[in-house]
């Protein structure tokens, strides 16, 4: 594919990725670098623009984080973001000044929209601003195209370099028009055409991968999650039934998904499609077991086993497939080779399932984007907009001792909260929605009999990264239908709660 690429720079703040998606929904590729990256590679990767992200240190401290200078010499348009404000005026020698004082919180900043960074913007804008040092003096050739009260120089440019640089952050939500900003570097400034798109990116994926696997073999193992799916679906449009996928039912996924992913990869994908009826195996490894990281670990383990187990049957094959995506790339360090995805979130695939290679389709893309191919391969919605789900499943959603019987009551009840919330169309404004069997049971009245029952916790979330997370504002009467129908309909269940926490304090699983 004709990649029109922005190189950003990571000088190690929290809001790297948001940076790469801002630019990703221009419809322009990016990738997130490391800051020691050496000029060679630079000049290979033929960056159209870079981006120097934020950072937490002061370009005074010792281990300030810097990159190669001639990065400044290559005659193509770089945006600095706050560290990477502060480092190219200090490289640049203009001046930074320390601060004792950090300022932090949505700021009113006045602009210069004459600026081709500002086009299209109000004079003023509310921005996000997060920094300790600032600019104090400008670097020559450049001038101040924003201010705030107490920061004099809160943006900067130097045209006919293509040099520009914000104190303040325009990837967070919290700043007005950031969006804008980055389009007006990415499109404007750079003049990136928006081609990365992910049909364009399903086409070419498939054509390559059928050229570099050709007639050799394949094997991916299947969660059912968005990942893992859009991978396979993928694989198996370039090698069809070379590509074998194995599917665990440890029996702690949601009522009916099990089915479905039966349903779509043997009748929609031609694939060599591998169920393992496991429950069994894992109840028994569950039995008796309260700790959730026990839980968590043993999940983890076993899932290994009968992935093992299973590969073995099937013998060599040239390639597993992984389900890794961006976020996972970034997150397991940069620059290095990623980590094999873990399963359930505990060690690793086994190095003993034989095989030759790797293959990660998908690890260039965001989530977002990876939901778009799967849609575009002809995946179902339901299960390409499905909503996170937990490695360890219903597991961790069963407080205490696990058993048939409460996965049997977990799985129903939660069955009717995702179906009446499905009914008042509110699957797409909740992040993650779910019920929870806890262990607690208490006394309720039904017809003229006390009953001694188990109590249902709902759970809502509205979340952007799930770090934070508010607590849903389902209206009264949906919350009340649902618990209606679920201490009708449920046995064993005779109460039922809404969970009014936020993230933090609580998370949001429960266990
Ligand atoms: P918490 O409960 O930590 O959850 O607020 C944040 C997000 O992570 C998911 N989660 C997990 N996902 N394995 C996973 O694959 C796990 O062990 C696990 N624990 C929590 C959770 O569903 C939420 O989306």
Same mark, same amino acid.
């Given at each position: 594919?004709?990649?029109?690429?922005?190189?950003?720079?990571?000088?190690?703040?929290?809001?790297?990725?948001?940076?790469?998606?801002?630019?990703?929904?221009?419809?322009?590729?990016?990738?997130?670098?490391?800051?020691? *990256?050496?000029?060679?590679?630079?000049?290979?990767?033929?960056?159209?623009?870079?981006?120097?992200?934020?950072?937490?240190?002061?370009?005074?401290?010792?281990?300030?984080?810097?990159?190669?200078?001639?990065?400044?010499? =290559?005659?193509?348009?770089?945006?600095?973001?706050?560290?990477?404000?502060?480092?190219?005026?200090?490289?640049?020698?203009?001046?930074?000044?320390?601060?004792?004082?950090?300022?932090?919180?949505?700021?009113?900043?006045?602009?210069?929209?004459?600026?081709?960074?500002?086009?299209?913007?109000?004079?003023?804008?509310?921005?996000?601003?997060?920094?300790?040092?600032?600019?104090?003096? =400008?670097?020559?050739?450049?001038?101040?195209?924003?201010?705030?009260?107490?920061?004099?120089?809160?943006?900067?440019?130097?045209?006919?370099?293509?040099?520009?640089?914000?104190?303040?952050?325009?990837?967070?939500?919290?700043?007005?028009?950031?969006?804008?900003?980055?389009?007006?570097?990415?499109?404007?400034?750079?003049?990136?055409?928006?081609?990365?798109?992910?049909?364009?990116?399903?086409?070419?994926? *498939?054509?390559?991968?059928?050229?570099?696997?050709?007639?050799?073999?394949?094997?991916?193992?299947?969660?059912?999650?968005?990942?893992?799916?859009?991978?396979?679906?993928?694989?198996?449009?370039?090698?069809?039934?070379?590509?074998?996928?194995?599917?665990?039912?440890?029996?702690?996924?949601?009522?009916?998904?099990?089915?479905?992913?039966?349903?779509?990869?043997?009748?929609?994908?031609?694939?060599?499609?591998?169920?393992?009826?496991?429950?069994?195996?894992?109840?028994?490894?569950?039995?008796?077991?309260?700790?959730?990281?026990?839980?968590?670990? *043993?999940?983890?383990?076993?899932?290994?086993?009968?992935?093992?187990?299973?590969?073995?049957?099937?013998?060599?094959?040239?390639?597993?497939?992984?389900?890794?995506?961006?976020?996972?790339?970034?997150?397991?360090?940069?620059?290095?080779?990623?980590?094999?995805?873990?399963?359930?979130?505990?060690?690793?695939?086994?190095?003993?399932?034989?095989?030759?290679?790797?293959?990660?389709?998908?690890?260039?893309?965001?989530?977002?984007?990876?939901?778009?191919?799967?849609?575009? =391969?002809?995946?179902?919605?339901?299960?390409?907009?499905?909503?996170?789900?937990?490695?360890?499943?219903?597991?961790?959603?069963?407080?205490?001792? *696990?058993?048939?019987?409460?996965?049997?009551?977990?799985?129903?009840?939660?069955?009717?909260?995702?179906?009446?919330?499905?009914?008042?169309?509110?699957?797409?404004?909740?992040?993650?929605?779910?019920?929870?069997?806890?262990?607690?049971?208490?006394?309720?009245?039904?017809?003229?009999?006390?009953?001694?029952?188990? =109590?249902?916790?709902?759970?809502?979330?509205?979340?952007?990264?799930?770090?934070?997370?508010?607590?849903?504002?389902?209206?009264?009467?949906?919350?009340?239908?649902?618990?209606?129908?679920?201490?009708?309909?449920?046995?064993?269940?005779?109460?039922?709660?809404?969970?009014?926490?936020?993230?933090?304090?609580?998370?949001?699983?429960?266990?």
């Amino acid at each position: 594919m004709n990649k029109e690429e922005i190189l950003i720079i990571d000088f190690g703040g929290q809001y790297n990725q948001l940076i790469a998606r801002r630019v990703r929904e221009q419809n322009v590729f990016c990738e997130v670098v490391p800051n020691d *990256i050496s000029i060679d590679k630079i000049k290979e990767k033929k960056p159209r623009g870079i981006i120097f992200t934020g950072g937490p240190s002061s370009i005074y401290s010792d281990d300030a984080p810097k990159c190669i200078d001639e990065v400044f010499k =290559l005659n193509i348009p770089i945006l600095g973001i706050c560290y990477g404000m502060q480092y190219m005026a200090y490289e640049l020698k203009g001046r930074v000044k320390k601060a004792n004082k950090r300022e932090y919180g949505q700021m009113e900043v006045t602009i210069d929209n004459s600026s081709k960074l500002f086009n299209g913007l109000d004079e003023t804008n509310v921005c996000l601003m997060s920094h300790t040092d600032y600019v104090d003096e =400008l670097p020559d050739g450049f001038k101040r195209i924003a201010s705030t009260q107490t920061c004099k120089i809160a943006a900067m440019e130097n045209e006919e370099k293509n040099f520009y640089a914000v104190q303040f952050h325009p990837e967070v939500n919290h700043t007005e028009n950031g969006f804008r900003i980055i389009k007006n570097f990415v499109i404007d400034i750079c003049g990136c055409k928006p081609t990365w798109k992910m049909d364009i990116f399903a086409q070419n994926a *498939i054509k390559n991968l059928k050229e570099k696997i050709g007639e050799k073999k394949a094997l991916c193992a299947l969660s059912g999650g968005v990942d893992s799916s859009v991978a396979a679906v993928l694989l198996s449009k370039a090698i069809g039934r070379n590509l074998t996928c194995i599917f665990v039912d440890h029996g702690l996924l949601r009522k009916n998904e099990v089915e479905e992913v039966e349903e779509i990869f043997t009748q929609k994908f031609d694939v060599n499609f591998v169920k393992v009826d496991a429950r069994q195996r894992f109840l028994e490894k569950l039995d008796g077991i309260t700790s959730p990281e026990k839980k968590r670990k *043993i999940i983890g383990e076993e899932f290994i086993r009968v992935f093992e187990e299973e590969a073995k049957k099937i013998g060599a094959v040239d390639y597993l497939v992984q389900g890794t995506i961006y976020p996972d790339v970034i997150e397991s360090g940069l620059g290095k080779s990623s980590v094999i995805k873990s399963h359930h979130n505990v060690g690793g695939l086994p190095d003993y399932v034989d095989f030759k290679e790797i293959i990660e389709p998908l690890r260039d893309l965001f989530k977002d984007e990876v939901r778009n191919v799967g849609k575009e =391969l002809g995946l179902p919605d339901y299960l390409v907009n499905r909503q996170p789900f937990p490695g360890p499943g219903l597991a961790i959603r069963i407080i205490g001792n *696990i058993t048939k019987e409460k996965l049997d009551i977990l799985k129903e009840a939660d069955y009717i909260f995702r179906e009446e919330i499905a009914k008042n169309n509110m699957e797409k404004e909740l992040s993650q929605y779910f019920a929870v069997l806890t262990d607690t049971r208490s006394v309720g009245v039904m017809g003229d009999e006390r009953t001694y029952d188990y =109590l249902i916790a709902l759970r809502a979330v509205i979340t952007d990264d799930f770090m934070t997370a508010k607590f849903a504002k389902i209206p009264y009467d949906i919350l009340e239908k649902i618990s209606q129908r679920i201490v009708n309909e449920v046995k064993h269940v005779n109460r039922v709660v809404y969970d009014i926490t936020s993230k933090p304090p609580a998370t949001i699983e429960w266990e």
